[in-house]
């Protein structure tokens, strides 16, 4: 509620040809010298892919499955967001990581060409989620126009066509899902679908146990999976982003946890809209084809 207003409708600003949230770009120097330790984790994704699930997921693995170790504080205290820095620092990352003992479970947006060196020099391990194209457009538009801090989406054909030039913050889709594709097996990297872990989220859910080394109890798996359905975390005040208040987010325009389902993108693009998407899309995604699926 005391928000100043110079933060809200954000500018954006280019660091290395990526547009960012001005607030990100006028600390930039901080954010790349950042030093991320061995043991650090990092949870990596293009905004709306399913990050906060991902956290979820992530934290209750490490916690045994523990509901309550998970709600000692909300999601964006427990694994802080590397890049963001807003004035009255109620959800800035750096701040939070400067007293945060590692290891550290740390969630970030940049592309993989603007991830601080250190996780590189470290060999941190990374999660990164990918999701289709159309929902994650879909689900960015609904974020941007409740979330204040981000720039006025405008209508539906004007956001579809900035998503598609790149001109969102944290820069394009494409460039991002492809960067991280392309790494993959060089970095210590698991890479997700959203759409697989609405298909089979015990699976899933495995295979993060694994990647992070973790032996978890099948009972434990089990619980994980109820305790990070759609509807668990929209009931779950620390998972759900109801801490932050609604001068920043707007929950009269949408909500954190819209829908989270796999082909809403049909409600919302017209069929000239998606067959415009497609053509570019091909010729777009053709260099680095991540398989993705647009609907289930
Ligand atoms: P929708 O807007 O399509 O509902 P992020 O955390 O990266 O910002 O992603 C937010 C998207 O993930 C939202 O998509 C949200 O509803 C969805 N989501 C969050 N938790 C989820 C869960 N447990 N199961 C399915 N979708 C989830």
Redesign the pocket.
Known sequence: TDMPDWSLRSNLLSIKGVPLLESIAMHWERVEAFQAVPGDLLIA?Y???????TQEIVDLIMNDGKKEECMRAPTHIRMPFLEISTPNKIMSGFQLLQVMAPPRVIKTHLPIQLVPHSFWENRCKVIYVARNAK?TA??YY??SRMNQVQPDPGTWPEYLDKFMRGELPWGSWYDHVKGYWKEKEKKNMLYLFFEDM?EDPRREVLRIAGFLGRHVPVDTIDNIVQL???AA?KNNPMANYSTVPDSIFDRKASE??????VG?WQNHFSSQQSAVFDEHYRRVIADTPVPFRFLL
């Open positions: 994704t905004p709306k892919a399913g990050t906060t699930w929902d879909v689900s609904h974020f609405k990070t359905t759609f975390m954190f946890l819209r829908k989270g389902e809403d």
